[in-house]
């Protein structure tokens, strides 16, 4: 197999734009779970506190109320994480703008090598789970600790490098 070697200038924009689908990429499933418990909130919000019997202690409407609560403080849990990203992203960014943070993949026989101004590695196939492919974001993951190694996105990349690289992943990891 002949060397696939794609450089990448650093772009501030693609770089929130990758690091912000990676975070919604990680965060799927729990967002999923979140809308779900929402959605038992809102039930048991209607059917515990909208009949009128205003007088009586119910402990239904104490359990209620206690997951209500719950439910409101892992929202705001959420959100706080999306702040917090957000301003990791920005000082990140700056200090990648700054040092003009370039990288650039290898993909050839033997594995992936990436490099960029601050670390150099070289991974075999057979470290990689199976790639998953996700609006158009390439996730490749360590297979024991299943992290995301590397992110490549279409914009990134170009429809061309990304449907190669693609191709090269399924040979390989899939």
Known sequence: MPEKII???FNRVLFASAQKSL???AM???FKQHIYMSVVAAIL???EFVPDNKNQFSVSKTIASGFIFYVTLVWIGLIERWIKLQKRI???GDRFEKEGMDCTYIFNDDGIFYEDKEKSMKLS???FKPFEAYKDNIYIKQKDTS???FHLSRQELGDKDYDEVYALLEKKIR
């Open 7 to 9: 450089h990448i200038q």
């Open 23 to 25: 975070w919604k990429f």
């Open 28 to 30: 799927r499933g729990a």
């Open 45 to 47: 919000t209607l059917i």
């Open 90 to 92: 920005k000082t990140i």
């Open 125 to 127: 196939w057979q470290l």
């Open 147 to 149: 992290s995301v190694v």
